[in-house]
């Protein structure tokens, strides 16, 4: 589920297979824009929340999720720039992800979805972020990242997502 990638100040990056559905494509026979912040979201979920007993997770999914937590994510922003068409394919998608920046409360989380890992070349179809705010389950207020969330995630830092078309 991880790799090293390349380039200056690359770290780590996690690849998530995220299956599409038939139902995530547009009457133009692509995955529809809206749809692919749901494809981040669960690649996200996967790469984030720690696993419940018998599952395999990433060493990056520390923050315990349902009704009981402490802590959840909040979103507070989202870029994401579409470079080609998502076809539907069998095979899931590659979205390889990784952290741009870790602050006190929040961290910014990188993605490129890819094509899958059996095309050869891999075509890249979008690019992402999201700035992700860890706060109180009670009061919604931001807590600082803990120390097992920094070391689990530090490996991962590189360098953020470039945008080209701006």
Known sequence: MTDPSTGPGAGLRLH?????RWGDLDAFNH???ATMLKLLEEARVRVFWSPIDGEVAPDTAVIDSGADAGEVT????QEIEYLAPVPYRREPLDV???????GGSSVQVCYEVHSPTTDEPQELYAR?????VLVD???FRPVRLSERMRAAWSPYLGEPVAFTRR
């Not at 909040?74 to 922003?77: D, G, R, S, T």
């Not at 390889?96 to 870790?102: D, S």
Request: aromatic content about 8%; proline content about 4%; charged content about 5%.
């Open 74 to 77: 909040l979103i507070a922003h």
């Open 16 to 20: 998530v297979p995220i299956h599409l």
């Open 137 to 139: 389950a009670q009061t």
């Open 128 to 132: 992402a972020t999201s700035a992700v």
């Open 96 to 102: 390889q992800m990784w952290f741009g920046k870790l």
């Open 31 to 33: 995955v529809n824009n």
